[in-house]
């Protein structure tokens, strides 16, 4: 069975200033890893996501995650957040098909302060 | 492309009642999945679905909950005989084979 724990389950930081939401999987096959953001009241939307290949990857708006296997993590950082940055954010996996269900944590809910 | 659409996007029932909520996935999308949002919480899964066939329903309730696929119109999740436990955001997703699910904006549920 696969299982995802995010630790932090509030981040408050200051802006511009840097944040890391942390994020632990287990799975017994390999995975498919995504990080989704939730703005309020708003469905989700597809952060970045590791499907193979290097493991580092980076979003369009400066987010990026490292997968890291012999940790069993994808923690998500950026060096300098906006307010604009303010929502919930979900770390998520998958199986060894995308075409299959996703697992999602509890979610962290980042607040930026002014 | 017009991307997944779900209504309503606010349903308000009273308890006993009936809900059906709808999905529609993005074109040329042929699977479909549903999650479930409990306040404070995470998304659960709860049911993949293809063309006309449920493929896994592994998170869906044993009772009362109920989805479907038909071949020609949008995706059914329907739940009979709400209680005020059902009161969540309902999330739809659809996918190309072996790809990337996208995410429509909810349908919120509320049980009076």
């Known amino acids: 069975a696969q299982s995802v724990t995010q630790l932090d389950s509030q981040v408050p930081v200051f802006e511009e200033a840097p944040v890391e939401l942390r994020c632990n999987y287990s799975s017994s096959v390999s995975v498919y890893l995504f990080w989704y953001v939730q703005y309020p009241n708003q469905g989700l939307q597809l952060l970045l996501k590791?499907?193979?290949?290097?493991?580092l990857v980076e979003s369009i708006n400066g987010f990026e995650a490292e997968f890291n296997k012999s940790q069993t993590s994808f923690h998500l950082r950026k060096p300098s957040v906006h307010i604009s940055d303010t929502a919930e954010y979900f770390c998520a996996v998958s199986g060894g098909s995308s075409a299959s269900k996703i697992i999602f944590g509890s979610g962290t809910r980042l607040s930026i302060r002014p | 492309n017009a991307g997944v659409m779900q209504n309503p996007r606010h349903l308000v029932r009273r308890r006993g009642q009936e809900a059906r909520l709808r999905c529609s996935p993005m074109?040329?999308?042929?699977?479909v999945y549903w999650y479930r949002q409990l306040p404070e919480e995470g998304l659960k899964f709860m049911v993949y679905l293809q063309k006309e066939n449920i493929i896994d329903e592994s998170g869906m309730p044993k009772e009362r909950f109920s989805a479907e696929f038909p071949k020609e119109g949008p995706s059914i999740l329907r739940i009979q005989q709400v209680v005020r436990g059902d009161s969540a955001a309902y999330f739809c997703?659809?996918?190309?084979?072996?790809?990337?699910?996208?995410f429509g904006p909810g349908t919120r549920l509320t049980v009076l």
């Open positions: 074109k040329g999308h042929s699977h």
């Open positions: 590791y499907l193979s290949g290097s493991t």
């Open positions: 997703a659809s996918s190309p084979p072996n790809n990337e699910q996208f």
